[in-house]
Each structure stands twice: as C-alpha cells, then as structure tokens.
C-alpha cells in the first residue's frame, strides 16, 4: 500500500488549512500553482546544496514537504469550494508532473549526475503514466505498487534532511546520488508493478 492511498482518512488533519486557504480567498488551482513554486524552490536548494554548501539541503527537504502537503490540500479545498472539476483534475496533474521532473532535475544537477537523474524522471514519469492510463483503458485510477508520489516525496525530503550531516561517499555515491538510484529502480519497478495490474484486469 502506497501513502497515496491514505489521502480519505486524513481530512481531519486537513480541515484547518483547507480553511485557511479558503478564508484567505485561494482557490485550488492558485495552491496546485503555489505547490509548484515549492518544487522549484526545492530544485534550486538542491542545487545549491550540491554545488555551495550541504545546509541547502535542509531547506530542500522542508520545500519538498510543503510541495507534498499543498498538493494534499488543493483537491481538499476544491471539495471544500464545490468546484472539484476534470479540468482542474487535469490541471494539478499537470503541474504535479512539472512539480516531479523539476525536483529530480535539482537533484541529479546538483550533483552534476545527468544520466542517473534521466533514469530516476523516466522511472517517476512512467509510475505516474501508468497510474493514469488505467483510467484512460476504463479502470479505476491505480495509485498501488511500491511507492506513490506521497511515498516519494516523504523519501526525498527525508534523505535531503540526512544529506546535510552526512555529506560524504558511500560506496562511490553521495546520498543524493544513492537517492536517484533508489528513485529509477522503484520508479520502473512500481510502473511495469500497475502495467500488470491493468493487464490483468483488462484480461
């Protein structure tokens, strides 16, 4: 079971935020906008961190996690809102894509490691494809396998939180490089994961 799957029990947690944004007159897709400016913060940290000094890892880490967190909260406060739409659907989609490709492009230039950070988004890409395009064969949406985006997310950010302390090689790789390895293999791993599981029920 993937995080991605936990979203319906954890309205409770949400409702104060969701509130908040709605007071402050935010609409979902100004939230899905501003998860994304998260993401773009958190690209440059990570470059920063690889490439100046290893504390901007810190701040990537707590930018990855508020871009997980507002990407919880868009869909809430549509629901909140009654404008929940296939467009804006679509759009947050869209934009979580743009979010993904963005942080590990961060990742893999900060530590100048291009061919590892083309396996890791192709991985990343793939899971997501997959997850959707059940729904376009006539399936329900999959969101299982070995991780989601909410897994992925919790994963990277907790690793940029152990990349500050611990800044040195392991077997060749920093963390962050370990971390793209990670990301390519259960990336792929996860995506041919729902490439069966729609096969199968298609069957």
């Known amino acids: ?84 739409s296939a467009g804006g659907d679509l759009l947050d989609h869209v934009i979580d894509r743009y979010a993904d490709i963005v942080i590990i492009a961060g990742l893999a230039a900060g530590i100048e490691s291009y061919f590892l950070g083309f396996l890791a988004v192709t991985g990343v890409v793939m899971t997501s494809y997959l997850g959707t395009q059940a729904q376009a064969v006539g399936l329900d949406r999959v969101y299982g396998g070995l991780i989601g985006r909410a897994d992925r997310l919790v994963i990277i950010g907790l690793v940029g939180f152990l990349a500050y302390p611990f800044s040195g090689t392991y077997g060749g790789l920093t963390l962050i490089g370990w971390l793209l390895v990670f990301l390519a293999v259960v990336g792929h791993v996860t995506a041919l994961q729902r490439f069966y599981y729609a096969w199968i029920a298609l069957d």
Do not use: C, H, K
């Open 1 to 84: 079971m993937t995080l991605d799957q936990l979203r319906p029990y954890v309205t409770g947690v949400l409702d104060p935020f969701v509130e908040g944004f709605d007071r402050l007159g935010m609409t979902p897709n100004g939230v899905s906008l501003l998860a994304f400016g998260m993401a773009v913060l958190a690209a440059l940290a990570f470059l920063l961190g690889g490439r100046a000094s290893p504390i901007w890892f810190v701040a990537a880490a707590i930018l990855v996690f508020l871009n997980g967190w507002l990407d919880v909260i868009d869909g809430a406060l549509a629901r909140e809102q009654n404008v929940a």
